[in-house]
């Protein structure tokens, strides 16, 4: 399959500061790329969908100058938490999706991956 | 709205057996569904997609049915073992024209030695 790479795997940080959150397709191109939120014992929740190149779009409920998103080249997105509180501490999990069946081309049934996801506590 | 349930209680089976895990969706007629596994603090991991045009799909242990009819995939692991005890997600892609994902609660699978 392909390789989706996210950074930092864990980070606390204190309340009132920001976090950056990266995401990078390791081994193929990702023409969109989503981002999830995981509460315990519950499913992801889709925050966010960007096109590289474009702005994201966010989910209803979303607050896009909370949570902001950067997609400017295919390998590589983004996600920043502005001004973080405690109530932001969650599981974030970004998927990437590849060129319109390249993945497929390569062997492989889906065309979105999910890096390992990203545990925030904001304290 | 569309929604997709799983059976939120976790399952427990002897080692050996097979786990059956169902998803079950309303309001939607998704093109293909898939399954992924999730461990812990860890990101899901995809296992099997199934179109909807495909009754059944096999990989290794694991096998995936789709009913369009009643709505409904059925997730099996044969022969299964401890380590395949995590957390079963299945998603549906988005309505039409659109690559977004929707997941189910997931269901916890302990598989007891």
């Known amino acids: 399959g392909a390789v989706v790479s996210q950074h930092p795997s864990r980070v606390i940080c204190k309340s009132g500061t920001s976090v950056k959150i990266e995401c990078r397709s390791l081994d193929f191109q990702a023409t969109t790329m989503f981002w999830y939120r995981q509460f315990p014992k519950q499913s992801l929740m889709l925050m966010a969908t960007s096109n590289e190149g474009s702005k994201a779009t966010y989910e209803q409920g979303v607050e896009k100058d909370k949570f902001l998103i950067n997609h400017a080249s295919l390998t590589l997105s983004t996600l920043t938490v502005t001004s973080a509180h405690p109530e932001d501490s969650s599981f974030y999990i970004c998927s990437a999706r590849g060129i319109q069946g390249e993945l497929v081309k390569r062997g492989t049934d889906t065309e979105a991956f999910f890096g390992q996801g990203t545990r925030l506590t904001v304290v | 709205s569309q929604k997709i349930e799983q059976n939120s209680e976790a399952l427990n089976i002897q080692e050996g057996k097979t786990a059956t895990l169902t998803c079950n969706y309303t309001?939607?007629?998704?093109?293909?569904l898939q399954w992924y596994r999730q461990d812990p603090g860890r990101g899901p991991v995809f296992l099997l997609l199934i179109r909807e045009n495909e009754k059944e799909k096999r990989k290794e242990r694991l096998k995936v049915t789709f009913d369009t009819t009643l709505k409904q995939s059925l997730f099996h692991i044969t022969a299964s073992q401890p380590a395949d005890s995590a957390t079963y997600l299945c998603a549906l892609k988005g309505t039409s024209g659109t690559y977004k994902y929707i997941f189910g609660t997931g269901t916890r699978l302990k598989v007891l030695a």
């Open positions: 309001n939607y007629s998704p093109a293909y």
